[in-house]
């Protein structure tokens, strides 16, 4: 299952010790990152295509046999065309922006955006909408917040690494 009950802070402190361990950076991604990754090359609602069909995700009416119940295993779905599973459902996904109520003037490098042109560290970008989400809140696009101290069993994280 995905890690879940974490907070961004708790988030934070998990890739700075893995770091410390491994002798390499890792960190959590930036929210173009994130969506480069989600999507997969794709222009599409998710990077299956533009609807969210049966058992392709774990959310509200996805057609899983874990919506609105709880996470389901890692690997229960296919990946995308970059190996990684579960951009769609599961778990909102911490990344490091800050929120700001639009992407409009977001950084063109990549990098996360924090408190510039009124961004709130208060609040976390999350991705990838959660196992009790509309399907309209998986698309690759979607974004939304939480608070970085919230942990919640429907929040978690996966990282990157910097080569």
């Not at 010790?17 to 390499?24: D, F, I, N, P």
Request: aromatic share 16%; with cysteine; net charge negative.
């Amino acid at each position: 299952r995905p890690v879940s009950n974490v907070s961004f802070d708790d988030a934070q402190a998990y890739v700075q010790w893995l770091s410390l361990k491994t002798g390499k950076k890792y960190r959590l991604p930036t929210e173009a990152e994130w969506e480069y990754a989600a999507r997969a090359s794709t222009e599409t609602h998710y990077w299956w295509g533009d609807d969210i069909g049966s058992n392709n995700a774990n959310c509200y009416d996805c057609g899983s046999q874990w919506d609105s119940r709880q996470t389901a295993p890692v690997g229960s779905f296919k990946a995308n065309t970059y190996g990684l599973y579960d951009t769609a459902g599961n778990v909102y996904e911490w990344v490091l922006d800050c929120w700001h109520e639009s992407y409009h003037g977001a950084p063109g490098d990549g990098s996360a955006w924090l408190d510039a042109n009124g961004g709130d560290c208060t609040r976390r970008v999350i991705r990838g909408g959660s196992w009790g989400i509309d399907p309209l809140d998986l698309r690759s696009a979607d974004r939304n917040w939480d608070y970085s101290d919230g942990a919640y069993n429907y929040l978690g994280f996966r990282v990157a690494r910097d080569f």
